[in-house]
């Protein structure tokens, strides 16, 4: 495909707000992992989650509009803002925005289905109607910036953001719009922490990779990044690969390791290099043991000798937000020739031929494989260059 440049990255993360704070969190190795006191986790399995503890909207978005505005569309709109500030200048009318989450404005639905029963329809605030959608976050980025192109918000679990991203990336190299916003944006909620815990995916912590995982850390905030055609940028978009694995259940990853590995080579074919020209990967790897065993099985499959592999969701836990910043992190690892350090890794399993780093460290890095593997069976995959 047409090397798309990544010109401005806005970041709404726990424990950071802008890249340059984001940057500093992966630098010094801290996650932003803590108990929730958002809600009662009593009953629960677990009990931590990666929470935006420091988040100041009014910072971002006019008291009228934010009114109007759920936490979702917040994170979204002060990402968006964050990163048109860090590009510099403003974005063509033209300009499309491609958002990806998750679950969307759960909460939100909550508290207006609450009002509907409670008071009913004609007093029912209209208002959380209207952020009760998942598009929600996107529409108010374009509205909020004036942009006119291709508004789309993509949902495929934890895939969401790197959908988000070669859509964008794909629309821009066809010439439908003259740059994008792409990103994804997610928010724990009471209802949705409850369910994934009912369904055993949730871990105490985050481990990935590492042979004691027993389930993810679920994340929240958002990041946006700005795509469009330019000889600058943090780095360049140059390959997408997508996949099914067919052997996934809804709710669950599978042992599809032949899509996974079809997938990876994809996006580097798609990117016209061959497999020895990636220097590092920037893994899925999110603590569940089904998802990461199934991840390491392709990469080993694919790789005969495995390049760098770094696990960032150690940092700031799972979902389109998650998604979203791991991207950030490639894009950053290619800015600065330097790879992250995994944390939460200790031990892998058995047959496992590599370790995570676990260091931070110099390194030249052309090309960089970005891997996002959704329970359900999605698999999207994005070549990251310098």
């Known amino acids: 495909m047409t090397r798309i440049a990544i010109t401005g990255i806005g970041v709404i993360a726990p424990g950071a707000i802008g890249v340059d704070q984001f940057a500093a969190l992966l630098d010094n190795g801290k996650n932003a992992i803590a108990p929730i ?8 399995r677990a ?26 569309s917040r994170f979204g709109v002060a990402a968006a803002r964050l990163a048109t500030m860090d590009r510099g200048d403003g974005l063509p009318n033209a300009a499309g925005v491609a958002m990806g989450t998750a ?11 609450q009002e509907y029963v409670e008071k009913g329809a004609a007093l029912a605030p209209p208002q959380l109607f209207a952020e009760s959608v998942a598009n929600a976050p996107g529409s108010h980025v374009g509205i909020e910036f004036g942009l006119r192109g291709f508004n789309v918000t993509l949902t495929q679990r934890e895939s969401s953001a790197l959908s988000a991203l070669m859509y964008a ?11 994008a916003i792409a990103g994804g944006v997610e928010e724990v909620s009471e209802i949705v922490f409850a369910v994934l815990d009912r369904l055993d995916t949730l871990g105490f912590c985050s481990r990935p990779f590492d042979r004691s995982r027993d389930g993810m850390i679920i994340g929240e905030g958002g990041a946006a990044l700005i795509l469009e055609p330019s000889d600058r940028g943090y780095a360049f978009v140059s ?45 899925s790897a999110n603590s569940t043991v089904r998802a990461d065993r199934l991840e390491y099985r392709a990469i080993q499959s694919l790789f005969r000798n495995v390049p760098a592999v770094v696990a960032t969701k150690g940092y700031f836990g799972e979902y389109a937000a998650g998604g979203a910043l791991q ?29 995570p780093t676990t260091e931070q460290s110099s390194r030249e890095l052309r090309h960089v494989l970005v891997n996002s593997l959704s329970a359900g069976g999605g698999i999207v995959c994005a070549v990251l260059s310098r």
């Open 169 to 179: 990336a794909s629309q821009v190299a066809k010439g439908t719009a003259p740059a």
């Open 103 to 113: 679950f969307g404005p759960v909460q939100t639905s909550v508290d207006y289905m």
């Open 47 to 72: 009990h931590n989650a990666a929470l935006v503890r420091d988040f100041v909207a009014k910072d971002f978005i006019s008291p009228m509009k934010l009114r109007r505005m759920n936490t979702l």
């Open 239 to 283: 390959g997408f690969g997508i996949g099914r694995d067919r052997s996934a259940s809804i709710s669950d990853w599978g042992d599809g390791v032949d899509d996974v590995d079809a997938a990876m080579r994809a996006a580097i074919d798609d990117a016209e290099l061959s497999i020895d020209d990636i220097d590092a990967i920037y893994a």
């Open 327 to 355: 991207i950030v992190a490639a894009a950053l690892a290619i800015r600065d020739q330097k790879l992250h350090a995994s944390i939460g890794f200790s031990e892998g399993e058995d047959e496992m031929r590599f370790n």
């Open 37 to 44: 006191d958002r809600f009662d986790t009593t009953g629960l």
